[in-house]
């Protein structure tokens, strides 16, 4: 039987992880799957590949992280995603190289060492009352700002202080994502498996489910998935897997995110995703 590992923490508590749907649909394929926490010494020879799963905890240890997976890559043993693409994606400005493509995202600023002066000035981008400030590399929502105009002091310390000494991305706050949600597809090698409506509970604006959003599966009409396809095809590689959030905006979709590196893949909220993901793996590992 072929083993292969999924990478994933230390501990998952705190977190929804639902990887372990996969495990049966796998080993009736003759694959058995070792999750193995990204900080473990391991000898990554023992498996036939090694897909990144949920290491969620590595936006805090970034260059440690990047360590291991260029040790994995360097053993000899797969990792999918590839390291070149994982390392693009890595870094938000990516949304910058996708717009330059011609894929429609959210406005966006590129900026380093927030400072109180210009973070009064970023609304004027927009002329708009509420902006979004978030790490540009990050994951989570951890050090994301929701900042209303005119904002506290204290909302304002806490925002420079997060983004003072680092790069950082600005948007335009789309109400949107409150009024309707993020929409997530979800794609194995580079076909859609499903589609996601992520609602943050009322009073947030997070979508992530450990913040308490609402998800449900959604049946992605022609324009919604025909942006998720345009997101996959300008990507500088092939992926095993991907997330594509995309939100409503501008009488079309603009992405949020395109994750590539350890997203949730939402696995229980579809029938029959696991079995795909499964399907998936084995075409990729015997290829």
Known sequence: MASIAFLTMDSLAGFECDDER????????????????????????????????????????????????????????????????????LHKSYLLELAAKGVPIVPTIRGRNLTKDTLRTLPDHWDCSEIIIKPIIGAGASRTHRLRTPWTESAERTAVADHHNTEYLAQPFLTSIIEEGEFSLIYFQGCLSHAILKTPRAGDFRSQEEFGSRLQEVTPDNELREHGDRVLAALPDRPLYARVDLIRHAGGFSLMEVELIEPALYLSKSQGAADRFAEALQSHLFS
């Open 22 to 89: 996969v495990i049966a649909p796998l080993r009736q394929r003759g694959i058995e799957v070792v999750f193995a926490p990204w900080r473990q010494p391991t000898d990554w020879t023992a498996f036939q590949a090694v897909i990144v799963r949920s290491p969620w905890d590595y936006q805090a240890h970034c260059d440690e992280f990047l360590t291991v997976l260029r040790t994995i890559d360097q053993s000899g043993t797969p990792l999918w995603n590839p390291l070149p693409l994982m390392e693009w994606n």
